[in-house]
């Protein structure tokens, strides 16, 4: 390893591992990214055979004399740089801007604990050097560590680095190649143990700054949706409201011709009539009365949906319970749960397994609400989270994400299961 210097790309891949592993991944990148590593390594065994060749050492790269030497050590590092950006190109679904901005977050990573090597073996002096196995695989193992847990899992969301701001990615790819470019001239000068400070405190500045940077963008992208949301689903509630007034109407307007063709003389057009007006009047059978008259608009809006799309909805709701809320957040949160139930029975094609039961009730002192639904092929949940594979990982599923932050708004707990192709989310308060 040391005579091929394979080491530098082993320090470089961990974080670069530990950094990618939150971000969604291409279909076999893995494998195509493995197999342009392994044809670099092979590269860089052949490069430095040949430059044993030409009467060079073996540590060649650790005692330059000549403007020679300095280029192609600058063209090594290129190379390295340049697979290591198209590994984590091929592996994830970033673009290669992307790919080069978050090679030089893990270039920082990399280069703190290089820096930790060199200042420890200078304070040691010697006794601890650099290159000593288990100070070294430490160090290693803790940078991947480092970039996985402190970085990638706290900035990344469903496999999304929300990488906006580009003056400070930009800032931070050239401020790294400045470290790097004074990190080769205090090696040359030998004065690497002062650098090392230096380097260590602005590569953490970098990455605390790009860090904070991803974390408000995903602050801001998620204000940014929970706004629209609401926009969204306060033109909805009015439209719903004028709809039920005019479905209220027609509903008894409706009751009282039935009334009038009911002491008709019994004949045969008098039947079909009252037959025909049977089947209309069915739809609007679907108005709830729960007591509440927000939650009845809700569900009667999302029940006529359901008898559209031919789902069966059982309800029992005593909407009494729920007074407690502000009419945007209960409807938003009914609306929301009862069209991802919606959505997931559409999938259904039998359409006899379609159904969606609703409850409302006070149990025991808690206000519990309970949406039971089937679903066809497979849900995978983590941390009350639905985990997807679709481009759209950042917003699909944000319903639930909003029902979840609904919920607590009120002190309340929001559980979802699935069990026998049932999806069940419960909200307690």
């Not at 990618?20 to 490069?47: D, E, Q, W, Y």
């Not at 560590?145 to 929300?162: E, M, R």
């Not at 204000?223 to 007034?245: C, G, P």
């Not at 789902?311 to 749960?337: H, K, R």
Request: charged share 20%; glycine share 4%; aromatic share 12%.
């Amino acid at each position: 390893m040391v005579r091929y210097n394979f080491g530098y790309v082993i320090e470089m891949l961990l974080p670069i591992i530990g950094i990618c592993m939150p971000l969604n991944k291409r279909k076999n990148g893995l494998l195509k990214g493995a197999c342009l590593l392994g044809a670099i390594l092979a590269g860089n065994a052949l490069f430095y055979e040949i430059m044993e060749g030409l009467g060079y050492s073996a540590d060649w790269t650790n005692h330059l004399t000549s403007m020679r030497e300095y280029s192609l050590l600058l063209l090594w590092f290129v190379v390295i740089w340049l697979a290591v950006i198209l590994f984590i190109f091929l592996w994830t679904e970033v673009s290669f801007r992307n790919a080069i901005y978050l090679f030089a977050i893990s270039y920082a990573v990399e280069h703190i604990y290089y820096c930790i090597r060199i200042f420890i073996e200078y304070l040691s002096q010697g006794v601890v050097s650099e290159h000593q196995p288990v100070f070294y695989a430490a160090t290693l193992v803790i940078s991947f560590l480092s970039a996985y847990f402190w970085f990638g899992k706290n900035a990344c969301k469903n496999g999304v680095y929300q990488i906006e701001v580009i003056p400070a990615a930009s800032a931070t790819v050239v401020i790294l190649l400045v470290v790097w470019g004074l990190s080769i001239i205090a090696s040359l000068l030998e004065f690497s143990h002062i650098h090392a400070i230096y380097a260590i405190l602005c590569c953490i500045f970098i990455l605390i700054n790009q860090r904070e940077q991803m974390i408000q963008e995903l602050e801001r992208e998620e204000f940014r949706q929970k706004e629209q949301l609401w926009k969204d689903t306060k033109v909805r509630y009015e439209i719903s409201k004028d709809a039920m007034a005019v479905v209220n109407q027609h509903y008894h307007d409706m009751k009282h011709q039935i009334n009038a063709l009911a002491n008709m003389e019994s004949d045969e057009r008098r039947r079909g009539i009252l037959s025909e007006m049977e089947n209309d009047i069915a739809v609007y059978d679907a108005v709830v009365r729960t007591g509440n008259e927000l939650l009845d608009t809700v569900l009667t809006e999302k029940k006529l949906i359901c008898h559209s799309k031919e789902i069966q909805m059982s309800c029992i709701a005593d909407g009494q319970q729920l007074f407690f809320m502000e009419e945007m957040d209960l409807y938003t949160l009914l609306g929301n749960a009862l069209d991802n139930a919606i959505e997931a029975n559409e999938k259904i094609k039998d359409k006899k397994k379609r159904w969606i039961s609703l409850q409302i009730q006070d149990k025991k002192g808690m206000k519990l609400v309970e949406i039971v639904n089937p679903f066809e092929g497979e849900i995978k949940i983590k941390e009350d989270e639905i985990l997807t594979s679709k481009a759209d990982s950042f917003s699909h599923g944000f319903g639930l994400a909003s029902i979840k932050s609904i919920t607590e708004k009120y002190k309340g707990q929001m559980i979802i299961k699935t069990e026998n192709h049932k999806f069940l989310l419960r909200l307690i308060f």
